[in-house]
């Protein structure tokens, strides 16, 4: 029984992935629809970090927020991915420390 | 992305992008480690047998809509509801394919399909954000390096999860938690600075999503956020970019 809830997991993740390689191949869009996907990026980026940075720890959205906080300060002043990737960990390690 | 003019040059360029696709996945290997270690236990836990919850990680290779798999076959949920609910949860990669293989339409169907199978949150960003391999010879090399990067950090991970059971004091993993967030942070960040427009996309699109999450599912709420915050990019990105 799992065996086949992961086969048809699977399927359903796949196929939406796969179905654009395809599309794309066969059409040539507009200029506004490539602005679009040029711009989804940004947008699912957008989407993807709030609010679910909210709940990176259960009942205290605050803790996600600061440390969204001090990954934007970290990017800003020119930090790689990796050091703003730690810095965030310690600063939520050190507040639930605290706490 | 300064160092890739001069970079370019050196001996062997498929060499060189592997190496670099490593470089730029690493990263995502940070973020995913812990909770793929994490999904591990938890689906051992869920009563899943740890061949079950590797192959569940080899085949789906989505980490929320695994944990949320677990979670369902552990309260024992029907076979047809989570199938629906992965569905539901992952259409995003349906978008974020399309935006991503339409960058890559220089490469051939022989590497954009499979490239597609890998195509998570992580690895779009991090990917959609590195537009020049693309166009580089042997690019391929560099999408499927950080692809597998991700990959094998993912399935791993959960394997070592279901294996040793709760290794990483809770503490830590909940700060690890913020690890993918902080990811995205700072891969957006940059982008915003260099052209301002951008940060405006991705704050409709969050604007949206906060507004879908009180009336659906975080997964379709993603999904509207992501294509509406996309639609503000017509009329805000200007066409210079090929």
Redesign the interface.
Known sequence: ??????????L???I??????????KLQ?R??V????????????????????LS??EDAPHI?LI??LV??G???I?????L??????????LL??VI | METLDTEKQHASPSLHMIKRGITVG??IM??YLPIAVTYGVLAKQAG??LT?LT??SI????GA??FM?ANM?AVGAG??E???A??VL????????????????GIS?NW??P???G?T?ET??VS??HTKEAKMEKGPLFYTSLFLTAYISWVLGSLLGGVLGDVIPE??S??????L???????????V?KELR??L??????L???IC?QFMS?GW??VI??????????F????E?Q
Do not use: C
């Open positions: 029984m799992i065996l086949l809830i992961i086969l048809g997991m699977s359903v993740t796949m939406p992935r796969i179905l654009p390689a395809f599309i794309v191949d869009f200029d506004w490539n602005r679009w996907l040029n711009a989804i990026p940004y947008a699912a980026l957008g989407a993807l970090i709030f609010p679910g940075i990176v720890k996600g440390g969204g990954a934007i970290l990017a800003y020119g930090l790689n991915v990796i703003v990737v730690i810095g965030a960990i310690v600063t939520v390690f639930t420390a | 690493f990263p940070l973020g899943m047998t079950e192959l569940m085949m789906v290779f989505a809509s695994q798999g076959i076979a047809l989570i199938i629906i992965t569905f992952n259409f995003r990669h349906f978008v974020m394919s399309l935006s991503f293989m339409n960058r890559l339409r169907l954009k399909a490239l597609s199978l195509l949150d779009f960003a959609a954000l503490q830590l909940q700060s690890m938690g913020i690890a967030y902080a990811m995205f942070i700072g891969l957006l960040v940059p982008s600075k951008v940060g996309i991705a704050l409709i699109a969050m949206v999503n906060v999450v975080t709420a993603i956020g992501t294509v509406v915050g996309g639609f503000s990019g017509i805000l990105l200007k066409g970019e």
